[in-house]
């Protein structure tokens, strides 16, 4: 098992920016995909976006792409979700998730292991 550990959430005004981290504690983080997640109060997570263990592949929501880069540092062991032009509706707690595997997977059961969650708040 892997311990992740987000940072980075906040508040902030629409328009804005925020970058979370996700850090693992785990050496082999190199052989781990990793994604992000989010959850709004009264609905189910969602996938955000994806990165393969490598870093070569990424994959994003329809509602972020554009918006929102994933990457990843293998050196620190830390995935990044940079997140420019918020919106209201970007409002959730962001969950980092990981799974040994090659491939930048986009469904929450594909995931073993997760994170306590990071809130962000976008107002108006």
């Known amino acids: 098992q892997v311990q992740l550990v987000e940072s980075g959430g906040g508040l902030v005004q629409a328009g804005g920016s925020l970058r979370l981290s996700c850090a693992a504690s785990?050496?082999?983080?190199?052989?781990?995909?990793m994604g992000w997640f989010r959850q709004a109060p009264g609905t189910e997570r969602e996938f955000v976006a994806a990165?393969?263990?490598?870093?070569?592949?990424?994959s994003y929501a329809d509602s972020v792409k554009g918006r929102f880069t994933i990457s990843r540092d293998n050196a620190k062991n830390t995935v990044y979700l940079q997140m420019n032009s918020l919106e209201p509706e970007d409002t959730a707690v962001y969950y980092c998730a990981a799974r040994q595997s090659d491939y930048a997977m986009t469904y929450r059961s594909e995931y073993d292991n997760w994170g306590q969650g990071a809130q962000v708040t976008v107002s108006s």
């Open positions: 785990e050496r082999t983080f190199s052989t781990y995909a």
């Open positions: 990165i393969s263990r490598g870093g070569g592949r990424t």
